[in-house]
């Protein structure tokens, strides 16, 4: 199995802020690496695939990027909506995983 | 638009059968592969399955031999079976379409119901 390790499990930060969330895989992945979005009682959002890829709808302050074993989530200016908790997802090889999550905080 | 919802019984027994159901609107199941995912309480996620209407179909490892997955086409819904159900299993299980041409691409599971909530209790 693809273990997917998230640093910080968390980080508060402050509205306007450039919040930077990795995803490091215990093994050369692929391309098909994705993050997503969760809020409390919600579903989880796609927001990156590809590595880099902004899925349609996600506001541009959002970027991806990475290759081989590590990859990062990057948010340019934090904004209230965004407080929520962020996974990123290996689809190179089963079973699928996701990282364990990284929680941003209101500082 | 897609749209997903998921309904299941919210409560089962240990040693029982969990049974889910996803309806999918808004698209044909058959144009798309589809996962389960679940979450404990406070938890992250688990991937569970992953399958196809042609029947292809690919599951953790750590539930293979009590998971099944199956697609009702003429209803346009998905069906997840968890046999032998332990407290460990409690969670919320949510199904989700996933953009993937195997081999070709994966664009990531880019539409989700809202999600079931699952309590395995005696």
């Known amino acids: 199995d693809i273990q997917m390790t998230q640093s910080p499990s968390s980080v508060s930060a402050s509205v306007g802020d450039r919040v930077t969330i990795t995803c490091r895989a215990s093994?050369?992945?692929?391309?098909?690496l994705a993050w997503y979005q969760q809020k409390p009682g919600k579903a989880p959002r796609l927001l990156i695939y590809a590595v880099s890829s902004l899925q349609s709808g996600v506001p541009s302050r959002f970027s991806g990027s990475g290759s081989v074993t590590d990859f990062t989530l990057t948010i340019s200016s934090l904004q209230p909506e965004d407080f929520a908790t962020y996974y990123c997802q290996q689809a190179t090889s089963f079973p699928l995983t996701f990282g364990g999550g990284t929680k941003v905080e209101i500082k | 638009q897609v749209q997903l919802r998921e309904s299941g019984p919210g409560l089962v027994k240990p040693s029982e059968t969990l049974s889910l159901t996803c309806f999918v609107s808004?698209?044909?199941?058959?144009?798309?592969?589809w996962t389960w995912v679940r979450q404990p309480a406070g938890g992250g996620l688990e991937w569970v399955a992953r399958?196809?209407?042609?029947?292809?179909?690919d599951y953790n490892p750590s539930l293979l031999s009590r998971v099944t997955v199956s697609v009702d086409t003429s209803n346009n819904q998905l069906s997840l079976k968890l046999t032998s159900v332990t407290a460990a299993d409690t969670a919320v299980y949510f199904c989700?379409?996933?953009?993937?041409?195997?081999?070709?691409?994966?664009?990531?599971?880019?539409?989700w119901g809202q999600g079931t909530t699952v309590t395995v209790s005696s």
């Open positions: 093994q050369a992945s692929s391309r098909w």
């Open positions: 989700a379409r996933e953009v993937v041409v195997p081999g070709a691409y994966n664009y990531g599971m880019d539409v």
């Open positions: 808004g698209d044909s199941i058959t144009n798309y592969y």
């Open positions: 399958f196809h209407a042609s029947g292809t179909a």
